[in-house]
């Protein structure tokens, strides 16, 4: 039996872009193999994987699923374990984020924050859960420090991220002591590529930020490796990457 086949696998939603595809690049190099996800994203998620396995071959995989169809999650998973033979961790990257204007919330805005940002984790972590309990593996949700801070004009996104923020708690109580489970709460990290948040905004954030800048998706990936490589003793817990942000709100 070769060393790669020995790596752990984890599965990382949303792996195509941004944050997504740094927690992939930081944990393929800290050893492991990434199963990455995508929804739509088919090219940059073929040249991540291209990129990773001229890296180290057979270390990265593909695969695309719709999150919100909850009945295909089980499927997602068994498709990475017959890929991979095991799987070892699940990072709940995975959002939808738009502003919501109270008066105007309607099914649609509800299905796709509640769904990405709520459901789909949940649903993967059950489907997950038996695989994950044969290693004592791990499950890591991004949060937001909006769960318990509420950012004016997204109130359905930050009411699905303090779901998932109790969700986290939840299945840690629910799956110890063989599956650790912990949240990373992003603060400022990466604008919006669609232009939300104008350049006045844009400002207030970094004045409100102890650091005086925002953060990379270095930060959180840095930080969802050492909570699935190196934090054997750490289970339920929320970890704040904001600069300092959440600090002085």
């Known amino acids: 039996m070769n060393q790669e086949s020995m790596a752990p696998v984890v599965l990382v939603t949303g792996a195509a ?4 595809a740094e927690i992939a690049r930081q944990l393929q190099a800290a050893g492991a193999r990434v199963a990455l996800h995508f929804r739509s994203s088919r090219s940059d998620a073929e040249a991540l994987a291209a990129d990773l ?12 699923a719709d999150l919100l169809d909850s009945a295909s999650l089980p499927g997602l998973v068994s498709a990475v374990v017959e890929r991979f033979g095991r799987l070892d961790g699940l ?3 995975a959002s939808s984020f738009f502003p919501t204007a109270l008066g105007q919330i309607d099914d649609a805005a509800w299905l796709d924050l509640m769904g990405s940002n709520l459901k789909a984790p949940l649903f993967l972590s059950q489907a997950a859960a038996p695989h994950l309990k044969l290693g004592g593996g791990a499950i890591i949700n991004i949060v937001d420090i909006h769960a318990e801070r509420p950012l004016k004009g997204y109130p359905l996104y930050c009411a699905a991220k303090a779901g998932l923020l109790g969700l986290t708690r939840a299945l840690a109580l629910e799956l ?8 990373v709460a992003p603060g400022a990290i990466e604008w919006p590529d669609d232009g939300q948040f104008p350049a006045a905004e844009r400002q207030a954030i970094v004045a ?3 650091l005086g800048r925002i953060g990379a998706p270095s930060d959180i990936a840095r930080t969802v ?5 190196d934090a054997p003793y750490i289970t339920g817990q929320i970890i704040p990457v904001d600069g300092g ?5």
């Not at 872009?17 to 997504?20: A, I, K, M, P, Y």
């Not at 490796?225 to 490589?229: G, I, K, Q, T």
Request: no cysteine.
């Open 53 to 64: 396995n001229g890296m180290r071959p057979g270390s990265a995989a593909i695969f695309q």
């Open 91 to 93: 990072v709940n990257n």
């Open 225 to 229: 490796r050492f909570l699935l490589f």
């Open 208 to 210: 409100h930020t102890l």
């Open 17 to 20: 872009r941004r944050v997504g």
């Open 176 to 183: 110890a002591p063989e599956v650790r489970v912990n949240g």
């Open 245 to 249: 942000r959440s600090a002085h709100l």
